[in-house]
Nanobody, 127 residues
Framework: QVQLVESGGGLVQAGGSLRLSCAAS????????MGWFRQAPGKERKFVAA????????DYGDSVKGRFTISRDNAKNTVYLQMNSLKPEDTAVYYC????????????????????WGQGTQVTVSS
């Protein structure tokens, strides 16, 4: 059983930056591809970014490409989401998720394919 704990959310002005962290425990972190999703009030959960087990491959949702960067440190069992040039429409609860994968270079973009989820961290961007 993998436990995921997000941190780093908060209130920031438009144009600012935040770095989210997600610390994993209870499993072999390097066996899991990791993803970030977000959910705004009244809306469905949406894909933000994903990274492969090794960290060599990653992908992003269209709305965050060029502004957000996902990374991971397997020695620290942590995945990060660096968010720059934040916009009010980035306001949401951000969740990290873990997916067990046998292949090191793959990742998932679909929320239903992830096995474990964190409790979420609120990000609010003011205009």
């Amino acid at each position: 059983q993998v436990q995921l704990v997000e941190s780093g959310g908060g209130l920031v002005q438009a144009g600012g930056s935040l770095r989210l962290s997600c610390a994993a425990s209870g499993g072999t972190f390097s066996s899991y591809a990791m993803g970030w999703f977000r959910q705004a009030p009244g809306k469905e959960r949406k894909f933000v970014a994903a990274i492969s087990r090794s960290g060599g491959n990653s992908d992003y949702g269209d709305s965050v490409k060029g502004r957000f960067t996902i990374s991971r440190d397997n020695a620290k069992n942590t995945v990060y989401l660096q968010m720059n040039s934040l916009k009010p429409e980035d306001t949401a609860v951000y969740y990290c998720a873990a997916a067990y994968l046998r292949t090191s270079g793959n990742y998932y973009m679909g929320a239903s394919l992830y096995d474990y989820w964190g409790q979420g961290t609120q990000v609010t961007v003011s205009s």
